[in-house]
């Protein structure tokens, strides 16, 4: 029976079924030559791929060359690996498998192609040999010197390539500078990358823990990398000016600041990151109600252990009211040196009139005291001793001296006022005191004075001599003139040091004041016991030396026990 004629639908089924299984053929050779389950050759030919197999091949020699420490390949026409034994593929830091069937010219740098295309040409012509470098799946070129020679597998000429590691034998100029260079330059790459890393952990942790620490701080609180750039804000700060709101953070951070305080705040800034010196600014910040207050910058470098600034370290404390303050300060000195020019201008007008009046009083006293003598010897004889006419002529007479005791203090006054010595020499007050006692001798003899008198052992005082015998002679002269009728005058006459000061009192048993009234004791004409002969002048004059000299005087006083008076010289 006569076969039926397929169509052409079933014709090309077949064929392509046909094909198929040849396909599937060829690919199960493949695989099974890569893996090492047969020995064979894989060329491709005009007409496709043709399998050889190695009948006959030694094993012991097969064997000699998988265990040898140089590689050893087979290559096709087209530059297919055929085989390669398992050196090479370890050199290559590749699974066998994936050499076998690949091209060899995919391990060849692209700076060494034309190296390789030409080498390649030599072998192909018969033996060759050259020197490349072949580069690794990490990237890293290894130098080889590479033997060439063409075999023949029946019909198949094939290209047997030794491979040899050149990096154990010697060192190659060109090749292997290339590479060492190569891969001196990914080993720096390497550790930059690790250093990098290793900063950049230790920069974390560094300002983790400046957080943790910031964050358990009552100030403001805040951190900036090298450039000044602010990285951290503690809870503080929002606290204070309120949220963000979208804002880019250094546009907010510098909209928070006074706008006459921008330039000299970032000035600081910029030269602190400049000279690598802390910060320190005083700046107004807005809050989150809208009212500026004063704050103090601080910031301070953090270092690592090789001294390279890391971060920044910032605080700013509110210093509101303590600028107020200095504020309120500055105002009030202000004021008091306008009160103290103006008290120079009224001393200044005072020491004028005093000296003017005590001038221009003079003459007309003198004629006062002139026309009185002349006066009296125009009287008949007799009258002027009468009992009617001479009281009065007595109590004139007494005015006359009185009034001319008056202008003669207030010329001291004014002597004393304009009086300047820079350099007092230094005086020994034992010997002033008992001079002025000599000199109030008869009063206290009049007076039945007893003294008690400690001052012998006295250190010298830089002060004035003639100033000493008058503050002295004020001092016991008022003790002897304020005594009370009732009890013997005692005076006690004392020194000691204290706080820098020599204090020299002066303490009696008279007849005391009311210390509400101390404040007008040391003022000009002020007196409090009227039945005394007296000026009122003498205790101004005292406090007047006295604070010219940098000194001060006190006084403790009783009514009915008597008074202390203290005077504090400098020492």
Not at 194 to 207: D, I, N, P, W
Not at 217 to 226: E, G, M, S
Not at 478 to 503: D, F, H, M, T
């Amino acid at each position: 029976m006569a076969e039926r004629a397929l169509s052409p639908t079933e014709a090309l089924a077949l064929e392509n079924e046909l094909l198929r299984q040849q396909l599937q053929e060829a690919e199960d050779l493949l695989t099974a030559i890569r893996t090492g389950t047969i020995d064979a050759l894989a060329v491709q030919a005009p007409d496709g791929p043709r399998i050889f197999t190695l009948a006959g091949a030694d094993q012991s020699y097969r064997t000699l060359i998988e265990q040898m420490n140089e590689g050893a390949l087979l290559l096709s026409e087209t530059g297919t690996v055929l085989y390669c034994n398992a050196c090479l593929a370890g050199w290559l830091r590749l699974p066998l498998t994936e050499v076998m069937g690949s091209t060899f010219a995919d391990f060849v740098p692209l700076g060494f192609w034309q190296a390789w295309e030409t080498l390649l040409a030599q072998g192909w012509q018969g033996k060759a040999k050259g020197e490349i470098p072949l580069e690794a799946t990490d990237g890293l070129l290894l130098p080889f010197a590479l033997s060439m020679n063409v075999l023949q597998f029946g019909e198949t000429p094939v290209l047997a390539v030794i491979v040899t590691d050149l990096a154990a034998e010697r060192e190659i100029s060109g090749i292997r500078a290339r590479v060492t260079e190569q891969n001196a330059l990914l080993s720096r790459q390497h550790e930059e990358l690790k250093s990098q890393e290793t900063a950049r952990q230790a920069v974390e942790k560094a300002a983790a823990e400046a957080h943790r620490m910031l964050e358990g701080i009552p100030q403001i609180a805040w951190t900036a990398d090298v450039r000044g750039e602010n990285t951290f804000l503690n809870q503080r700060w929002f606290d204070y000016a309120g949220p963000q709101a979208g804002q880019p953070l250094a546009e907010w951070l510098t909209d928070s600041l006074h706008p006459e305080d921008i330039r000299a705040a970032e000035t600081k800034w910029e030269q602190s990151l400049r000279t690598e010196q802390p910060l320190e600014v005083e700046c107004r910040i807005r809050n989150a109600a809208g009212e500026y207050r004063w704050m103090l910058g601080r910031a301070l470098p953090s270092r690592n252990e090789q001294g390279e600034i890391i971060q920044w370290i910032g605080t700013y404390t509110d210093i509101h009211e303590h600028k107020l303050a200095q504020q309120r300060i500055a105002q009030a000195q202000q004021q008091l040196h306008r009160n103290n020019e103006e008290l120079v201008r009224a001393n200044v007008d005072l020491d004028n009139f005093i000296y003017t009046a005590s001038h221009d009083l003079k003459q007309p006293i003198n004629n006062i005291e002139g026309l009185l003598q002349a006066l009296l010897t125009e009287l008949p004889a007799g009258v002027g001793s009468s009992p009617e006419v001479e009281p009065l002529l007595s109590m004139m007479q007494t005015s006359v001296d009185r009034f001319k005791r008056t202008i003669e203090y207030l010329t001291e006054v004014t002597k004393l006022q304009k009086e300047h010595e820079p350099q007092p020499a230094f005086v020994q007050l034992a010997p002033v005191v008992e001079e002025v006692l000599l000199d109030l001798g008869p009063l206290l003899q009049a007076a039945d004075a007893r003294l008690d008198v400690e001052v012998a052992n006295c250190p010298s005082i830089p002060f004035s001599e003639k100033n000493l015998r008058s503050v002295v002679y004020n001092l016991l002269s008022n003790a002897v003139k304020y005594r009370s009728p009732e009890r013997p005058l005692l005076i006690r006459v004392q020194y000691r040091a204290e706080g820098g000061y020599l204090v020299l009192t002066v303490q009696d048993n008279g007849l005391g004041f009311p210390m509400a009234s101390s404040h007008k004791l040391f003022g000009m004409f002020q007196r409090f016991h009227g039945h005394v002969d007296g000026s009122g002048i003498g205790l101004y004059m005292v406090k007047r030396i006295l604070d010219n000299a940098g000194g001060r005087i006190e006084v403790n006083s009783t009514v009915g026990e008597g008074s202390t008076f203290s005077v504090w010289f400098p020492y």
